[in-house]
């Protein structure tokens, strides 16, 4: 089973002369991935209770979707035979057909809900999917096209580690939305003093709205990002978001879960207490969500100009430099001119880093990076790659 799985890790990895087109790797790639996402699907209908986003209902509920399963799945039968008659290595198509056969056996799109009742706590499987196929097609494509590194490829070196972050943050959506809202409800429950000042925050036009809630929680989060960089204890959690060693739209997923709590209980004070529209609050967490997914996306453009007013790709990845001089600079996710204000601005005209990465040895799984703000050694490794000694 073990050798099974990394001759499938294998494949998916292989160098570029045996995936280019024609050799059923696209095939086989994109068979697995619609076998995936279509036994996911089947699974989350079968069991609505333990594995739905609630959220998702609106989604579930479109007359489609049942056929937008059946149709990923016969697509995902296709590719895998496709890919099966071209290939070579057969462990991509296999797999994908397996996995296929799996769906088809629970019910595939026809599945039955099973009448089980949940314990009121779920597992967003569903919205796993959704989230990576979404951000998958929006960003991949763009990564293909215009990169950053020409060279690097969606299945690099640590990808399977990030895509468990990303699964894992998928996966607890709902117990992350509630820690992460708890102090805003706390305030809010607290100050009905405040109630003429909201009136008066939504009925400012949408758009003014959008732009006070973005300059307002990127000022707080550039503090709060600083000062998990400065202090100790609190940079053992920050650390695990800088020891991604390459940056694409998934390497920005790779963080400690409890980082992930408190910023988002931080960035998101202004929006829910202030009074801000319920429709500015959406807007802004499916902004956010997409600009992080940007600013780690390993696309290129040096945007000189543009990158000293609003946050590009180049600012934030000068964020996770290896070298010294991008050592605790450029804070802000939204607008670098914040870190002008406080002085950690640095956009070298046209230069982008060498090599991404932290001087220091954290580990490589989940469960070692999950601990390390509590097994960390502060010792620091010998600077290597492009570092020069601080002088
Ligand atoms: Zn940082
Ligand atoms: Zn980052």
Redesign the pocket.
């Known amino acids: 089973m073990a050798g099974y799985f990394t001759k499938l890790m294998r494949d998916l990895e292989s160098p570029v002369e045996v995936r280019r087109f024609g050799s059923g790797w696209f095939a086989g790639f994109f068979a697995l991935l619609f076998a995936i996402s279509g036994f996911v699907m089947v699974v989350a209908l079968k069991f609505p209770a333990v594995f739905t986003t609630p959220e998702l209902q609106i989604v579930r509920d479109w007359a489609g979707f049942r056929t937008a399963i059946h149709v990923m799945l016969l697509a995902s039968y296709a590719l895998a035979l496709l890919s099966l008659l071209l290939r070579p290595r057969k462990v991509l198509g296999l797999t994908a057909l397996m996995i296929g056969m799996g769906a088809a056996l629970l019910g595939g799109a026809s599945v039955e809900a099973d009448n089980a009742r949940g314990w009121g706590m779920f597992f967003g499987i569903d919205f796993f999917v959704v989230n990576l196929l979404a951000t998958g097609f929006m960003y991949a494509p763009l990564e293909r096209f215009v990169p950053h590194r020409r060279e690097q490829r969606l299945f690099r070196h640590e990808w399977r580690e990030d895509l468990f972050y990303f699964l894992v943050s998928s996966m607890f959506v709902q117990i992350l939305a509630f820690l992460s809202l708890a102090p805003s409800q706390i305030i809010n429950a607290n100050t009905n003093s405040w109630d003429a000042f909201r009136a008066g925050v939504a009925s400012l036009p949408w758009a003014v709205q959008f732009i006070t809630v973005l300059v307002v929680s990127d000022v707080l989060q550039y503090w709060y990002h600083r000062l998990f960089h400065q202090v100790p204890f609190l940079w053992g959690f920050h650390a695990v ?2 020891s991604a060693k390459s940056m694409d739209w998934l ?2 997923s790779r963080m400690h879960i409890v980082e992930i709590v408190l910023l988002r209980a931080v960035t998101s004070l202004p929006l829910f207490t202030l009074g801000f529209d319920a429709a500015v609050m959406q807007a802004y967490l499916g902004f956010i969500y997409v600009w ?1 997914s940007l ?2 996306a390993n696309v290129g453009g040096n945007f000189n100009r543009l990158g000293h007013w609003i946050a590009t790709p180049r600012f ?1 990845h000068w ?2 430099g290896l070298e010294r001089e991008a050592f605790d600079v450029n804070f802000a996710i939204h607008f670098p001119w914040i870190d002008k204000l406080f002085g950690t601005f640095h956009l070298p005209e046209d230069r982008w880093p060498k090599d991404y990465g932290i001087p220091e040895d954290v580990p490589t799984g989940y469960g070692g990076q999950f601990l390390y703000p509590w097994t960390r050694t502060g010792k620091k490794l010998d600077e290597g790659s492009g570092a020069e000694p601080a002088e």
Do not use: K
């Open positions: 978001h800088h390497a920005g992080s600013l780690h934030h964020h996770h």
